[in-house]
């Protein structure tokens, strides 16, 4: 069995991988609070646990690996969009309008992420389908002296755990020292956060036993993770930003609501996106939701090409430029191995994958794969070929359903162009006009194959259709 390794967060080193139930691995990544389109930025944790989750069923089988991604649907923009909704003079009840909007949101998500090739998680909790967990594991650390119920709100004792700050690799003091905390009147300590808050007439609400309220955002993924994973599990995933606070406190609450229970094993953190070397940010015209760039024509398969060449664990810089050339990469990718099987994945692939992810390193492994099919253009590459392609598709590339867009690309013109050159050239004796196209053709990445027969032209690997504008 391949022997995977991961860099832990919570230990800041690589290590081994050795799930608790070979049987069943065990994966929870947080997901989207489900008020809007998914940005670009959202997409990011999304590809790279997909992408483990993938590796995670190869090795260990497609019916050994629970992977569960939550929706958050009860939050304060999403009541907001609602009630905006509401006053404009939309039907229903508040409660109506929050869950229609929810549900056009996450019908959003799924398709936008789809487009990307991202697999259906085992299960998608949403948050209101747990308030109950959530109300009877707040009564347990109540219970158990780790949290306490003022004003209608219910609040966790963030100093009743000692090992609070050790994800983040901060002292309680110095978050305190070193944090703009507004501090309730009803807190006991500045730390403290909200598991349970009140509710007005106004705003969605459950009865519960401190009044009508709704969870704070914490508790959330503490209860759906224990009803569907256990108070242990393997791995832990989500973007850099939700490391502190978020997961800082869903460690404690679960930690010390389940005290025998290990709560995650490996915690693993995706770094934040760029966009054209800047921070992605609407004051600065470069914040983009996946459907915008979608339907500004770029590929899914390409988004997901270019947000995966960069490791996890660095930032990532989408640019124009980089789609261009993931795109001439892909369709050339896509020509070659129009009529192959797959097999099984190359060796040297899963082992850098097995790496911490080392998606750099596959991509690379690709690349050579692609190199040595393209120099033998007269040999049967058949075998090659499929493992070529089960090798991408392990990557979630060159997927079927996802190459239309690489589909239909019309070279004729070109090539009757090139025949009436040749065809000339056999006349004047001049092959200067021949040789600048078929040399402007090569480097758009298209194979020339010119017989008595006649003149053919293919995509190949680094094909580059917007190098042919003006030949």
């Known amino acids: ?127 209101t389908a747990y308030i109950g967990a959530m109300i009877a594991m707040i009564e347990d650390l109540i219970a158990r002296g780790h949290a306490y119920a003022v004003e209608g709100h219910v609040l966790f004792k963030v100093r009743s755990y000692p090992d609070y700050g050790k994800l983040s690799g901060r002292s309680v003091d110095d978050m305190i020292a070193g944090a703009r905390v507004e501090v309730a009147p009803y807190k006991d300590d500045p730390m403290d956060f909200v598991l349970w808050k009140p509710s007005d ?33 393997d791995i832990h995933g989500g973007g850099i930003d939700l490391q502190f606070p978020h997961h800082e406190n869903e460690i404690a609450q679960s930690c010390c609501a389940h005290p025998d229970g290990g709560f995650a094993r490996v915690w693993m953190h995706n770094e934040m996106l760029l966009v054209e070397g800047k921070k992605m940010s609407k004051s600065l015209g470069n914040f983009f939701t996946v459907r915008e ?41 896509r020509a070659m191995v129009a009529e192959a099987e797959p097999t099984g994945p190359d060796a040297e692939i899963v082992e850098a994958l097995a790496d911490d992810l080392n998606v750099a390193g596959a991509m690379a492994r690709l690349h050579a794969l692609a190199k040595a099919i393209a120099a033998n253009p007269q040999k049967d590459c058949f075998y090659e070929k499929g493992v070529f392609l089960a090798s991408a598709r392990l990557l979630g590339l060159l997927e079927d359903g996802m190459g239309d867009w690489a589909r239909g690309v019309d070279l004729s013109g070109l090539a009757d162009k090139l025949a009436r050159l040749r065809a000339a050239a056999m006349e004047t004796k001049d ?26 032209l293919v995509p190949g690997a680094g094909f580059d259709p917007a190098r042919l504008e003006g030949l």
């Open 1 to 127: 069995m391949t022997a995977i390794r991961l860099y832990n967060t919570r230990t800041r080193a690589k290590e081994d991988f050795a799930p608790s139930d070979p049987g069943n691995v065990r994966m929870y990544v947080c997901g989207p609070t489900v008020y809007d389109r998914a940005h670009l930025g959202n997409a990011r944790p999304v590809l790279v646990f997909d992408t483990l989750f993938r590796l995670l069923r190869h090795v260990y089988g497609e019916d050994h690996v629970t992977y569960v991604r939550n929706f958050t649907d009860v939050d304060d923009k999403i009541n907001a969009t609602a009630l905006a909704r509401k006053e404009a003079g939309a039907e229903g009840t508040l409660e109506e309008l929050i869950h229609q909007r929810t549900q056009e949101t996450i019908g959003w998500y799924h398709a936008d992420m789809g487009a990307l090739g991202a697999l259906t998680p085992t299960h998608e909790p949403r948050a």
């Open 201 to 233: 007439a106004g705003l969605p609400g459950w009865d519960s036993p401190w009044g009508r309220g709704r969870p704070g955002w914490h508790i959330e993924c503490s209860a759906m993770s224990y009803e569907l994973l256990g108070p242990s599990f």
């Open 293 to 333: 760039l979608l339907d500004q024509g770029y590929p899914g398969e390409v988004i997901r090409f270019v947000m995966l060449s960069t490791h996890y664990r660095k930032p990532m810089d989408w640019t124009a430029e980089r789609a261009r050339e993931a795109e001439g990469i892909l369709r050339g990718w």
């Open 431 to 456: 092959f200067a006009p021949v040789d600048a196209l078929k040399a402007a053709l090569i480097a758009a990445g298209v194979e020339v194959r010119m017989s008595k027969a006649g003149v053919e």
